[in-house]
């Protein structure tokens, strides 16, 4: 968890040399990793891991955001605005997606253990939590006694 708190306040991937601040090669190693593993499609706690960032999953989308990554007074440019954007682009894309997917994926998984047709609920589940629509959608299949 030491990779990516708050080190007096020099952003994760540089370093202070002399009084400025230089590219922290090792650590802009895993960032690029990072990123590129999140472009290409891995999840954002998987890229992660696997590029050796080690930090609460709350803190890597703060990563995309970081100004200083592209370049201020202070600190050189490690990334492009342009791929800045296109990451902040895929993790909202994928963000918006993600509200869905636990009822998506509680109706596949309810669909895979019994041959529960959802087009045959006789009322509107509420939608309000996963665990309402869970339970609304066992009550719907759960044997009778």
């Not at 990793?33 to 499609?41: K, R």
């Not at 296109?86 to 009822?103: D, F, G, N, Q």
């Not at 996963?130 to 006694?145: F, G, H, N, T, V």
Request: aromatic share 12%.
């Amino acid at each position: 968890m030491n990779d990516l708190r708050k080190r007096g306040g020099v952003p994760f991937g540089y370093k202070i040399e002399n009084g400025k601040a230089v590219v922290n090669e090792e650590e802009v190693q895993k960032l690029q990793s990072f990123f590129q593993l999140f472009m290409a499609g891995s999840s954002m706690a998987g890229a992660a891991q696997y590029a050796g960032l080690s930090c609460h999953r709350t803190t890597l989308p703060l990563l995309f955001k970081r100004e200083a990554y592209i370049g201020t007074d202070l600190y050189p440019a490690i990334i492009t605005k342009e791929y800045q954007q296109m990451l902040i682009k895929e993790w909202e894309r994928r963000k918006s997606e993600t509200s869905k997917a636990p009822y998506v994926r509680t109706v596949k998984f309810v669909k895979l253990l019994t041959d529960f047709d959802p087009s045959s609920l006789t009322y509107d589940l509420p939608h309000t939590s996963p665990e309402l629509y869970i339970s609304a959608l066992y009550e719907q299949i759960r044997p009778k006694k």
